[in-house]
């Protein structure tokens, strides 16, 4: 009965829609904050750019919650820790990565105890800047607005660059040196004899 | 190796602190400096660390601001850099003072001096942890402190690595990851 009754309801009474669009407009971001990014979270959530108005509401317990913000450099130590609060969130649950730490390392390259965020939880959107901006959060937020609805926004992922174009040339070797002067005049010479 | 290595202390200079550094310490005293931001620097030998914190002590710098250690991969040594300071000592309170004492960098000990200062403690579990620096006499030798339990440790031996070290390899993600 019960499944019957969920299949109806589901399919036939379309309450999908209405799932959907109740899950669009409360996200509830879990804040993760390691870095300055969370300084930017702040600004999105105050009066100034009131994110709640996309229905954004910051809080405080990852098991009430359904996102998950990550911001900034996420350490083999912390790493446990974010795949815990994952873990912990219910379904439906999305993943943010916030600024260049989060997204690939950032500034701290090549580093012994850094981890890159995608390694430990899926990743739903990636937010590009050092620190982002305020607008780029809501701009993810609408993002992840349009990938709840099906239609996948316009996402900004890392990818491959050919700088090859960019950088400077290699440094060509030295050419040979040009046939000096006196050479010439002494074959001139030859020949005219 | 063609680069000169950096000098064990800055240029010697003026201090309004030197006489009292100087009665201080005594011979254990082997140079002395002032560095670029007018702080005095003296070296001293490493196995009088703690006769030289006690002494320290005793002049009214009251904590630990700061313990590090400089790796002379060339020379074989590891630097170590302590600085004092005061927070109650009123005539001491815009002063700092480095100690430096070298130690050979194959077998890296040196006494520990968290009994004296106890704000050494944590600034020797974290040099012994990045540097491998042994402080004999600090009970949580041996053991992680910052990094993570499963880092930083030799697949082959098992034994763990010293990030900070000049001869640790750091991983390459390559140039786009």
């Known amino acids: ?193 | 190796m063609s680069a000169r290595a950096p000098p064990k202390c800055p240029p010697p200079g003026d201090h309004a602190l030197l006489p009292r550094v100087k009665e201080a310490l005594g011979p254990s005293l082997l140079s002395r400096g002032v560095t670029p931001e007018g702080h005095l620097c003296v070296v001293v030998p490493p196995d009088k660390i703690r006769e030289v914190a006690q002494a320290v002590k005793n002049m009214g710098f009251d904590h630990v601001l700061s313990l590090s250690a400089v790796d002379y991969i060339a020379e074989k040594k590891f630097l170590l850099v302590y600085v004092f300071a005061s927070y109650l000592s009123p005539e001491l309170k815009n002063q700092l003072l480095h100690v430096r004492a070298e130690i050979p960098r194959d077998s890296p000990r040196i006494a520990s001096i968290a009994d004296i200062y106890p704000s050494a403690d944590y600034e020797e579990r974290e040099c012994h942890e990045m540097f491998g620096i042994w402080f004999e006499g600090n009970p949580h030798m041996g053991k992680r402190f910052l990094l993570d339990p499963d880092c930083c440790i030799d697949e082959k031996t098992g034994k763990p690595l010293y990030p900070l070290r000049k001869d640790f390899k750091v991983p390459d993600w390559g140039l786009m990851g």
């Not at chain 1, 300055?36 to 994110?51: I, K, L, R």
């Not at chain 1, 040339?169 to 040196?177: F, G, Q």
């Open chain 1, 1 to 193: 009965m019960s499944q019957a009754l969920r299949e109806f309801l589901m399919k036939k009474a379309r309450l999908e829609k209405v799932f959907k669009w109740g899950v669009r407009w409360s996200l509830w971001p879990v804040h993760l904050v390691t870095s300055c990014c969370g300084v930017e979270v702040a600004h999105t959530s105050a009066p100034g750019f009131d994110a709640e108005r996309w229905g954004v509401l910051p809080f405080h317990t990852m098991r009430q919650s359904n996102v998950i913000i990550v911001e900034g450099t996420i350490t083999r130590k912390m790493a446990r820790v974010l795949r815990q609060v994952y873990e912990q969130m219910p379904e439906p649950k999305y993943v943010l990565a916030m600024g260049a730490c989060a997204v690939r390392g950032g500034l701290f390259w090549n580093s012994y105890h850094v981890v890159q965020v995608d390694t430990v939880v899926p990743v739903d959107v990636y937010i590009s800047g050092c620190p982002p901006t305020p607008e780029a959060v809501i701009r993810a937020f609408i993002m992840l607005h349009n990938k709840i609805k099906g239609k996948p926004g316009p996402y900004v992922e890392p990818v491959k660059v050919d700088l090859a174009p960019y950088l400077p040339p290699p440094p060509k070797p030295p050419a040979k040196p040009a046939p000096q002067p006196q050479q010439q005049q002494q074959q001139q010479a030859q020949a005219a004899a």
